[in-house]
T-cell receptor
């Protein structure tokens, strides 16, 4: 079974631009979560989707948004990029109903904002 | 709000030796899950071990085991017979056990483990 796939692996953008990151969960997983990882702030929760609905949201500005499609694939969008948005963005999927709902992570998308 | 604290930014261990990574957390919940994830240079977060708070028995996965002290809100990871491939950043994480509510993980700041040959 394929793991969580994130595309692209690397992105370079300039300030003011917008970017879209994609995440394909493990087959059968309906929950997708996004995290931002930076050296200064560590791993921070962005948002979580389940069955195309946003179930939880972290403390990030409205420039960060996401969505989930009927096939459980998810995208996150960052508009009006700032230098501080440079980070590793991690996506995780989980199978609901397993109790601990273990989250399996993708390899991440490294975003650099110049 | 729940918090997770890892007080050891870096640790070093000799190959074949044992090392313990510390983690403390704060929560008012009685039911929750705790995890240790490993992040090697490849950046892929890999689940090492998990513990359910209502289970008193400490979890074990091969060379990895935890010391879960619920009253003290402590969740340390012991790696036995350390191998070069264990070198990575290790994150402790907390998740509330509210069924169907959220899978949000709260992470500590990580401990970078170096394994010396």
């Amino acid at each position: 079974k394929a793991g969580v796939t994130q595309t692209p692996r690397y992105l370079i953008k300039t300030r003011g631009q917008q970017v879209t990151l994609s995440c394909s969960p493990i087959s059968g997983h309906r929950s997708v979560s996004w995290y931002q990882q930076t050296p200064g702030q560590g791993l921070q929760f962005l948002f979580e989707y389940f069955s195309e609905t946003q179930r939880n949201k972290g403390n990030f500005p409205g420039r960060f948004s996401g969505r989930q499609f009927s096939n459980s694939r998810s995208e996150m969008n960052v508009s009006t990029l700032e230098l501080g948005d440079s980070a590793l963005y991690l996506c995780a999927s989980s199978l609901e109903g397993q109790g601990e709902n273990i989250q399996y992570f993708g390899a991440g998308t490294r975003l650099s904002v110049l | 709000a729940q918090t997770v604290t890892q007080s050891q930014p870096e640790m070093s261990v000799q190959e074949a030796e044992t090392v313990t990574l510390s983690c403390t957390y704060d929560t008012s919940e009685s039911d929750y899950y705790l995890f240790w994830y490993k992040q090697p240079p490849s950046r892929q977060m890999i689940l090492v071990i998990r513990q359910e708070a209502y289970k008193q028995q400490n979890a074990t996965e091969n060379r990895f085991s935890v010391n879960f002290q619920k009253a003290a809100k402590s969740f340390s990871l012991k790696i036995s017979d350390s191998q070069l491939g264990d070198a990575a950043m290790y994150f402790c994480a907390y998740r509330a056990a509210l069924r169907g509510a959220t899978n949000k993980l709260i992470f500590g700041t990580g401990t970078l483990l170096a394994v010396q040959p």
